[in-house]
C-alpha cells in the first residue's frame, strides 16, 4: 500500500494561486468598481493633485515557508474578494426611490443598527473631495463611515502571519457589512452603494478624523477612543437630503500626544513611519514612506508593529487623555 499521507499543499485546492495573481484579482475587482461608478450619473470625480492611492502589497510578499500559513493568506484573501464582487454587484444595481421614512428618521435606525453588525463607531459625514483618490470617484458625496476593531491579542503577535490573514480577514468582513448595510438602506427606499474597505474610493483616516471618529496618529491610522489604532474603516455611499452637523473633533489631542511619544517611529524595523510627515497638496500630511513599509510585507510577509506597540492598541483612551493633561 503506497503511502495516503497529503501534503497541505496537495490537499490545498488553491495551491497553485500566486501572490501576484491574487493582487491581479484584486486589481480587476477595484478596477469594476471604479468602472461601475463612473458609468452613474452625477458622480463626484476626485480633484486632478487628490491623494494618490498606495498599491496593495499582496503581489509583491514572499509568501512564508508554511504550506498552512500559505492556505490560510489564500483563504482569507479570496473570502476578502467575494465581499468585494458583491461590492461591485450592488454599485451596478438600481436603487430605489420611494422613502419608506424620512432620511433623519434612516440615519437614526442606520446608526442603530451599527453595533447588530459588530462595527465599534458610526458618523454620518458629507465628503469633501480633497479626501476622494485620484482617478477615482464617488457615486454621492455624503456616507456612513464605521470602524470594526481588530483583535489586540492577534496584533501582540505582530509582525506574525497571524496579522496578515487577520487585516485580510477584517477587509473582507467590512466589506460585507458594507453589503448588509447598504441593503438596509435600500430595503428604506433611498439610494446606497458601499465602499471596498480596502482599495476603495477615499482616504479613510483623515475622512474619518473629519467625521469625528478620531484622529490619526503619527503611523498614519486612525486613533480612536473604542479601538486606538487597532481597526479598520469602511463606508457605504448614501445620497441624503441631511445637511451634516461638524461639532469640534475632541481627539486633536493625539496629535500632541504622538509628538511626545513616537513609538511607532522608534520601533518600526523599516523606519517607514517619517519623524516629520512629508506636506502633500491639499495640506495633506504623509506620515509613512509607503515603500520602506511594503519592503517589511516583502520579506517578512507581515507586519503591524506600529499598532502592537501604540499606547492606545492597550491603554485606555480616557486615562491617556487624564495622564497628558
Ligand atoms: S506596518 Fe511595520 S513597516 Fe509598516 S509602518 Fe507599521 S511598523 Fe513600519
Ligand atoms: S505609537 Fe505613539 S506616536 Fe505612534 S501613533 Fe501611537 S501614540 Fe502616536
Given at each position: 500500500?503506497?503511502?495516503?499521507?497529503?501534503?497541505?499543499?496537495?490537499?490545498?485546492?488553491?495551491?497553485?494561486?500566486?501572490p501576484?495573481?491574487?493582487?491581479?484579482?484584486?486589481?480587476e475587482?477595484?478596477?469594476?468598481?471604479?468602472?461601475?461608478?463612473l458609468?452613474?450619473?452625477n458622480?463626484?470625480p476626485?480633484?486632478?493633485?487628490?491623494p494618490?492611492?498606495?498599491?496593495?502589497?499582496?503581489g509583491?510578499?514572499?509568501?512564508?515557508?508554511s504550506a498552512?500559513?500559505?492556505?490560510?493568506?489564500?483563504?482569507?484573501?479570496?473570502?476578502?474578494?467575494?465581499?468585494?464582487?458583491e461590492?461591485?454587484?450592488?454599485?451596478?444595481?438600481?436603487?430605489?426611490?420611494?422613502?419608506?421614512?424620512s432620511?433623519?428618521?434612516?440615519?437614526?435606525?442606520?446608526?442603530?443598527y451599527?453595533?447588530?453588525?459588530?462595527?465599534?463607531a458610526?458618523a454620518?459625514?458629507?465628503?469633501p473631495?480633497k479626501?476622494i483618490?485620484?482617478?477615482?470617484?464617488?457615486?454621492?458625496?455624503?456616507a456612513?463611515l464605521?470602524?470594526q476593531?481588530?483583535?489586540?491579542g492577534?496584533f501582540?503577535t505582530?509582525?506574525?502571519?497571524?496579522v496578515?490573514?487577520?487585516?485580510?480577514?477584517?477587509?473582507?468582513?467590512?466589506?460585507?457589512?458594507?453589503?448588509?448595510?447598504?441593503?438596509?438602506?435600500?430595503?428604506?427606499g433611498?439610494?446606497?452603494?458601499?465602499?471596498?474597505?480596502?482599495a476603495?474610493?477615499v482616504?479613510?483616516?483623515?475622512?474619518?478624523?473629519?467625521?469625528?471618529?478620531g484622529?490619526?496618529?503619527?503611523?498614519?491610522?486612525?486613533?480612536?477612543?473604542?479601538n486606538?489604532?487597532?481597526?479598520?474603516?469602511g463606508?457605504?455611499?448614501?445620497d441624503?437630503?441631511?445637511?451634516?452637523?461638524?461639532?469640534?473633533?475632541p481627539?486633536?489631542w493625539?496629535?500632541?500626544?504622538?509628538?511626545k511619544?513616537?513609538?511607532?517611529?522608534?520601533?518600526?524595523?523599516?523606519?517607514?513611519?517619517?519623524?516629520?510627515?512629508?506636506?502633500?497638496?491639499?495640506?495633506?500630511?504623509?506620515?509613512?514612506?509607503?515603500?520602506?513599509?511594503?519592503?517589511e510585507?516583502?520579506?517578512?510577509?507581515?507586519?503591524?508593529i506600529?499598532v502592537?506597540?501604540?499606547p492606545?492598541?492597550?491603554?485606555?483612551?480616557?486615562?491617556?487623555?487624564?495622564?497628558f493633561?
Amino acid at each position: 500500500m503506497g503511502n495516503m499521507k497529503k501534503t497541505i499543499d496537495e490537499m490545498n485546492p488553491y495551491a497553485g494561486i500566486t501572490p501576484v495573481q491574487l493582487a491581479e484579482a484584486e486589481r480587476e475587482i477595484i478596477r469594476q468598481y471604479d468602472e461601475t461608478l463612473l458609468a452613474r450619473a452625477n458622480f463626484t470625480p476626485s480633484l486632478p493633485d487628490g491623494p494618490v492611492r498606495n498599491q496593495a502589497t499582496f503581489g509583491d510578499m514572499v509568501p512564508p515557508d508554511s504550506a498552512a500559513d500559505r492556505l490560510r493568506l489564500v483563504e482569507s484573501s479570496i473570502r476578502l474578494h467575494s465581499a468585494y464582487v458583491e461590492n461591485v454587484h450592488l454599485a451596478g444595481t438600481p436603487t430605489p426611490s420611494e422613502p419608506q421614512c424620512s432620511p433623519q428618521e434612516l440615519i437614526q435606525r442606520v446608526q442603530e443598527y451599527a453595533p447588530a453588525l459588530g462595527l465599534s463607531a458610526i458618523a454620518y459625514t458629507d465628503i469633501p473631495q480633497k479626501f476622494i483618490f485620484s482617478g477615482k470617484t464617488i457615486p454621492f458625496s455624503k456616507a456612513f463611515l464605521f470602524t470594526q476593531a481588530m483583535d489586540v491579542g492577534i496584533f501582540n503577535t505582530a509582525p506574525h502571519v497571524d496579522v496578515q490573514v487577520h487585516v485580510a480577514d477584517i477587509y473582507g468582513s467590512l466589506g460585507s457589512i458594507a453589503n448588509q448595510m447598504a441593503l438596509f438602506i435600500r430595503k428604506s427606499g433611498y439610494p446606497a452603494i458601499p465602499n471596498p474597505a480596502l482599495a476603495g474610493s477615499v482616504l479613510y483616516p483623515p475622512l474619518a478624523a473629519y467625521a469625528g471618529l478620531g484622529y490619526p496618529g503619527r503611523n498614519g491610522l486612525l486613533i480612536s477612543p473604542d479601538n486606538g489604532p487597532c481597526q479598520r474603516i469602511g463606508a457605504v455611499f448614501v445620497d441624503l437630503p441631511v445637511e451634516v452637523q461638524h461639532a469640534e473633533n475632541p481627539h486633536t489631542w493625539i496629535d500632541a500626544f504622538c509628538q511626545k511619544c513616537g513609538k511607532c517611529i522608534r520601533k518600526c524595523p523599516s523606519g517607514a513611519i517619517r519623524e516629520i510627515p512629508e506636506m502633500r497638496s491639499n495640506d495633506r500630511p504623509s506620515c509613512t514612506d509607503y515603500e520602506k513599509c511594503s519592503m517589511e510585507y516583502k520579506t517578512s510577509f507581515s507586519c503591524g508593529i506600529c499598532v502592537k506597540v501604540c499606547p492606545f492598541t492597550t491603554g485606555s483612551y480616557e486615562k491617556l487623555k487624564n495622564r497628558f493633561f
